[in-house]
């Protein structure tokens, strides 16, 4: 990453968010009929939304698998929802975890993960129970 820590940060941490979405899915039904992307949706089916299927739409993210702290488009991520179900703390996680990056950054840390992942054990929830790292001063 090159250019200003505080914008390249920015970035950065919705390119995380994007390619870590704290949420799995979501489940609605659909209150009426509707066409959508050529599939009729009839009123009462049920409708899911994975996260982490919508964040790697290749028509939206090319090479979408791949971390790209530059991606001009990374906040249109679905990781918070959106519209009127748009999570309220959204900016904040956002804001949390681009001064975590900007300020590793600044201070050149270089962090290892030295333990297995323990993951939640949910099936609506992206997280980690616990994730043991060590945190160093980088060369160079």
């Not at 509707?34 to 599939?39: L, P, R």
């Not at 990374?74 to 009127?84: D, T």
């Amino acid at each position: 990453m090159k250019g200003d820590p505080a914008k390249l940060a920015t970035t950065a941490a919705t390119e995380t968010i994007r390619l870590q979405t704290p949420i799995a899915h979501m489940r609605r039904t659909a209150t009426r009929d509707v066409e959508f992307d050529g599939q009729t949706i009839h009123e009462g089916d049920k409708v899911v939304l994975w996260y982490n299927s919508g964040n790697r739409d290749e028509s939206v993210f090319p090479d979408a698998d791949h971390w790209d702290p530059d991606r001009a488009n990374s906040r249109r991520h679905l990781s918070f929802g959106y519209g009127i179900h748009r999570c309220l703390g959204a900016r904040l996680a956002e804001l949390q975890v681009a001064t975590l990056i900007e300020e590793m950054a600044l201070r050149n840390v270089d962090v290892k993960i030295t333990g297995e992942l323990e993951r939640l054990p949910s099936c609506f929830t992206n997280g980690y129970h616990r994730m043991m790292v060590t945190m160093s001063k980088a060369d160079g």
